[in-house]
């Protein structure tokens, strides 16, 4: 969990220096390739 927090914490810091829509975006891409690990990592398991 604190890995991932961190991330969370510097990506929303980055953000915060970026145009809202690039921002979007790039938050966005990072959440679905986390998302699309989390399932596969999920299938494995189970």
Partial sequence: ??????????IH?????MPSIL???????VLGMFSVSLHQLIKKVF
């Fill in 23 to 29: 921002g979007e975006l790039l938050f966005g891409f």
């Fill in 13 to 17: 810091h980055t953000l915060a220096f």
């Fill in 1 to 10: 969990g604190g890995i991932f927090l961190h991330n969370v914490v510097y």
